[in-house]
Every structure is written in C-alpha cells, then in structure tokens.
C-alpha cells in the first residue's frame, strides 16, 4: 500500500500542533496588550480643541491655581469648566485683538458656551465625584498628570477599570497632604507607604471597592 | 425478538457479542457503517428532521439575540425558567456516557466495550447542548467570557463563591476530559478506517485524525496508560459535575433548593436521564443498522437494570424532599411542597411522578426489558420525567417565595419551545453525523469480546 502522505508530514504536524499553543498565546498577549495600548484607551494623545488653550502655559508658566478655572471641584462630582467670562477676566485685557482668541470673544457677545472637546470622558455607568478625591487627598495630578507640561491637554492615565481599583485597593500608595492636592509640582516623597498608611488613618480613608461604590 | 434464544446456558443471560463473530467479522461489520454501507432511510429522515429543527435553533438564538431574554416567558420571579432547566437536563443526559466509559472501565465491565463509543458522543453532544443555555440566559452572552478568571482591563475576577463560577469550571473540565477521553478512545479506529478506506478523501481525514496509528506495541502501551489516566479523571467527574450543578440551587436559600440531599439525588437524576437516553439511541441504531449481535440484549437489559436502580434512588429522594418539608417544620418548606403537589404546577408535579416513580417499575420485568419497543417507549417517558422534574424544582419554588407581594407565574413562549426543540435536533444532528463519520461501536475494544481474544490470554497464563 502505497504512504498517504508525504514524510514532511510528521514535521508539520508536530509544528502545527506546538504551533497551536504558541499562536493562542501570542494571540492573547497580543489582545491583552491592544486593549491597554494608548491606541485603545486614547491616552498620551492630545485633543483638537476650538481653542488652542494651553495648561502648559496657564498653569506651568503663570502659575494658577486649578481651582481659578475649575471652580467646583471641592464641592461638586464635576471639576467645572470655565465660564467665557472667567477666560475674559484677562483676556478682555491681553491678547484682546487676537486672532487665536476670537471664538473666545464670540461667546462672550453672543452668550453661547465654547464647545470644548472632554478629554475625560467616564462611561455613563460610572459614577464619579471629584469632591471627595480631592477631600481625602487625591492629587489632582495623580489622575490628571503633569498638567502643567501639556500644551494641549491629553488623557494621562488609561480610564481602565483597573486603573481606578489600583488607588481604590490600595490608597495609601498615592494619597497626599490636602494642602498639596492642587500642587502641579508635588513629588511623592520617598517614604511615600509611610505618609499614606499615616494620611489613611487620619482622614480616615476608606479602600471602598464594592462594585456600589462607582455603578451605582 | 430472535435475541431471546441467544441466552448464555449458565448465566441465563444473552451474551455481550452475537455467536460467529471473529475479529475480522468485527472489523468489516463497523466500518462498512462508515464506508460502503448505503445509510438506511432512518439515517435520511433523522437527520433531515434534526437539520431542520437545528434551523430552528439558530432562528430563536437570531431572535434572542436581537430581542433579548423578554422574548422567553421569563421574568421575575421566575428568571430561571426553560434555559435553566434544559440545561440542567442536558447535562445530566451526559452523565450517563462518562459512568459507560470510565467507571466501567475502571471496574471492569467488559460489556460496556460495545456501547462506550455512542455514549461518550452522546455526553460531548449532550454537553454542548448544555453549554449552549446559561450563555444563551446572559442579557449580554456576548460577553461570557467574563465567567472565565483572566487579566482584564476591569481589575476584577469572577466572584468566586458563586456557585454559577464552580459551573463554569466544571462543565468546561467535564467537556474538556469527555472530548479527550473520546478522541484517544477513537485513534485506533481511525487508523483502520484510514486503512481500509477507498478513496483520497477518506484516507486523508482518517490519516489526519489518526495522529500516525501504527498499531505498534509502544502504541498500545501508550494508549492504555493514557485511556486509564483519563477513565481516573472521568470518574469523579461522574460525581462531581452534577453536584456542582446542584449547589446553584442548594446554595440559594430558597425553599424547595436550599436541601443538602440535591447533590446525590441530582447525580442519581443525571445518570438516570443518562441511561433512558443511552437506551433511546441504542435501540433504533441497532435495529436499523442490524447490529443486534453487538448491541445485545444483555446490553439494554443492563441499561435498564441501571435505569431501574437510578430511579429508585430518584424516587427515594423525592419522598425524603417531602418528608423533611414535614419534619423540618418550617412553615414555607411545608407550604412549598403542598404548593407543589395542589398548586397552580400540580399537573406538572403528578406527571413528573408517574413518569419518574410509576412507569419505570414495569422495569422489574424481564419480559418488559426484554422487549425493545416497551424499553424505548420507558426510556422517552423518563426523558420527559427528568425535563418536569427539573422544571418543576426551578418554576414552583421561584413562582412561590417568601413574599406574597413577589409572587407570580412562569409561562413558557413559543420561543422557549423553539431553543428547547432546537437543541434536541442539534443533538441529533451531531449524532447522527458522528455515526455516518466515524465508528459508532469501538472496533478494537469489542474484538477483546471476542473468544479468539480470551483463549489467548489464558494459554499464555
């Protein structure tokens, strides 16, 4: 009886089946990766805006506070965008003629808000409240990242899930002094698990991760 | 019924394998099945019958899919309803095959070698049956992979003390076992179908799945130590499958579930249903395919001898259920089994024990197990009677809980029947696909049967 198949057969067999393994496990690294990639999550990328606005120059260069602008953050879930009139505080002065800031002036006389792009946007089914975050010591830099070097503003960290459980399990690693909490230039000090378990205990921070908590 | 005569003189009993056969006989009856026989018209009509109710299926999952899980009848209080019990019957249907295959084998059964190979197809169709009902329950299947543990973006695991987890685990282990178990069981088979079979076609799909069957001695050897390893694996899964499929019920504290007999009452259940549906596939296969001198009478009466134990069990447990609804003197245990017996499901109830408790005892007949047609007739009306129970465990105690002002009704939609019949032509679609393309009964284990093969081993001891 003559061979069904060819000898090469038992090599590509034996490489097609270790293959098999091999290839699902790439395949899920691959997909594992994607998922968390800048390319998914749309960090690190800066947004088209109506107006170049920059943090970089606004908060690195002349140094104001965040709260000018984002005036709700301590009391409210939402930080605040600035009203038109905010920005015309010095802008009816500075750069009064500039090409660059007509839109701006355009709101202000007719009353319709500027469009801005969200460059965080949560799913709705979560909820989120900055008050508190900034309360217990949340840095607004530790979600927001160095504002103060962004000339437009991008997303800094991945809005995952698992980004918000990281500080959620364990707050401790990221909490600061509330005096710090608007400060661009903080930098955790070295002892940084010392300060936390010690800011932990004294604004009584709760590691609140039942799925309640946000999905509410 | 010619097989009567065929009684063994000193056991009073038919014989596993019909008189004349040599190893060759064997070997050419089986595999002509697959190769040159032309299929009989039960082949034809069977699975036109199952393509079409297959159809079916992928119509209602089309549906539900773009409709949601309102298109079914259920809602609360009763979320559970037809998927939940399909599901649960589908699996237990499994059960039968593996207990055939592995603890048989373990014990030493040698008459299992005849009806091993359809019982394991069986239990991988029965359990992809299965599989098919808690995904098609989810308001978004589309995500079931969430049931898996696996780094996710969510930073969460599945909660691991849910019982519907433990499912997770135990069907994918069961499926996973039951398909490998099957496939190892079949290489040497496929190998003497690639053999002898005629055409390019055949010699390549048979060649391939062969894996490079030589037959030789290491082959053997290898193939004995793997099949033992995963007979060792199967057979707590014979046990283990179905009592995890119980503690969705037994965990929840809801009365009718909330039991610690439902474990070995569900096992005894599952291999119950497992053997009538054993039964149901082995008397038309052999009457339409003549294999009544492999498949014996010694082989349906056994089947029904287990049937019989099984439902005495079953039925042992019911009355438990109902006693210690009495003894327990909780008010809603007691009212739940009134509530069963007279309520608004009692029709369900009583027919549930007529099939499950009454009509098996015809059982205790030799002349009933004897006879095919009342066999096949039995075992279908046992199939109905594990579907009630299942049914009825999961309707009257969720329609009926703590609270009167959540009481309500299930009733099923034409689209909980369509997936139901869906699922039972999938299943005949499979099998009966299985018995065109490979060998139904395993050639190589019932030449062991043979006399050729004893009188060997025992001049040589």
Redesign the interface.
């Known amino acids: 009886m003559p061979q069904i198949f060819h000898r090469s057969t038992n090599t590509i067999s034996r490489v097609s089946i270790f293959g098999a393994v091999f290839a699902l496990a790439v395949v899920g690294w691959a997909l594992s990766s994607l998922d968390r990639s800048s390319y998914a999550t749309r960090a690190n990328t800066p947004r088209e805006q109506p107006v170049a606005f920059s943090h970089a120059h606004h908060v690195g260069d002349e140094g104001f506070d965040c709260r000018y602008c984002h005036t709700s953050v301590e009391t409210s879930s939402f930080a605040g965008l600035p009203s038109t009139e905010i920005c015309m505080n010095c802008h009816s002065q500075i750069w009064a003629d500039s090409p660059e800031l007509a839109p701006v002036r355009d709101s202000f006389r007719t009353g319709q808000s500027i469009r801005w792009t969200r460059v965080h946007d949560l799913p709705d089914f979560v909820y989120f409240n900055h008050s508190i975050h900034v309360k217990q010591g949340v840095g607004c830099t530790t979600c927001h990242g160095p504002v103060d070097k962004m000339p437009l503003t991008w997303q800094h960290a991945s809005l995952h899930m698992e980004w918000c459980l990281d500080c959620h399990r364990q707050p401790e690693r990221y909490v600061r002094p509330r005096d710090q909490v608007f400060s661009v230039t903080y930098q955790p000090p070295p002892d940084q698990l010392e300060l936390g378990r010690k800011l932990v205990k004294e604004y009584n921070i709760q590691s609140l991760t039942s799925c309640s908590t946000c999905h509410r | 019924m010619p097989e009567q005569q065929l009684l063994d003189a000193e056991k009073g009993q038919a014989p596993v394998i019909g008189p004349g056969h040599t190893f060759a006989t064997v070997t050419d009856k089986i595999s002509s099945v697959v190769l040159t026989q032309r299929q009989p018209l039960m082949w034809f009509a069977t699975l036109s019958t199952a393509f079409l109710l297959t159809m079916l299926l992928l119509l209602a999952v089309t549906v539900l899919f773009a409709k949601g899980t309102g298109i079914w009848g259920i809602n609360m209080p009763v979320a559970w309803g037809f998927a939940i019990t399909n599901f649960v019957w589908w699996i237990g249907i499994g059960h039968a095959g593996t207990l055939i295959s592995a603890i048989l084998l373990l014990l030493n059964q040698p008459w299992r070698n005849s009806i091993n190979r359809f019982a394991e197809a069986m239990t991988i169709f029965a359990v992809a049956c299965a599989g098919l009902f808690p995904i098609l329950h989810l308001g978004r299947p589309w995500l079931f992979y969430w049931l898996i543990p696996y780094?996710?973006?969510?930073?969460?695991q599945p909660q691991f003390r849910s019982p519907l987890v433990w499912d997770v685990f135990a069907v994918t282990t069961y499926a996973t076992v039951s398909v490998l178990f099957w496939f190892v069981g079949l290489l040497p088979d496929l190998a003497t179908l690639?053999?002898r079979s005629q055409t390019r076609l055949g010699?390549?799909f048979y060649?391939?799945l062969a894996?490079?069957w030589r037959g030789s001695a290491r082959h053997w050897r290898q193939h004995e130590v793997a099949s033992l390893l995963l007979a060792g694996l199967a057979t707590p899964l014979v046990l283990s499958v179905h009592t995890v499929v119980s503690f969705d019920f037994t965990i929840a504290i809801l009365p009718g579930w909330h039991s610690t007999i439902f474990p070995p009452y569900f096992v005894a259940g599952a291999i119950y249903s497992g053997f009538a549906m054993v039964l149901v596939l082995a008397i038309p296969l052999r009457a339409a395919y003549g294999l009544g001198d492999l498949i014996t009478m010694r082989h349906l009466d056994n089947s029904a001898k287990v049937m019989l134990g099984t439902g005495l069990i079953v039925a042992y447990s019911y009355l438990m259920e109902a006693f210690m609804a009495w003894y327990s003197g909780v008010g809603v245990e007691k009212f739940l089994m009134l509530n069963r017996m007279t309520g608004p499901y009692a029709e369900q109830f009583w027919m549930l024990v007529s099939c499950n408790i009454v009509i098996i005892q015809l059982l205790w007949f030799r002349k009933v197990r004897q006879n095919t047609l009342a066999l096949f007739g039995i075992s279908i009306v046992v199939l109905i009677g594990m579907w009630l129970e299942r049914y009825v465990i999961i309707v009257t105690s969720l329609h009926r809980d703590f609270l009167p002002s959540s009481w309500g009704m299930f009733h099923p939609t034409r689209w909980d029947w369509a997936t139901y019949t869906g699922t039972i032509g999938l299943f005949l679609l499979l099998f009966f696909l299985f018995v065109r393309l490979l060998p139904m009964i395993s050639i190589f284990e019932v030449r062991t049967l043979l006399p050729e093969a004893r009188v060997k081993e025992e001049t040589r001891a």
């Open positions: 780094p996710n973006t969510m930073g969460v690639r053999d010699q390549m060649g391939m894996m490079g």
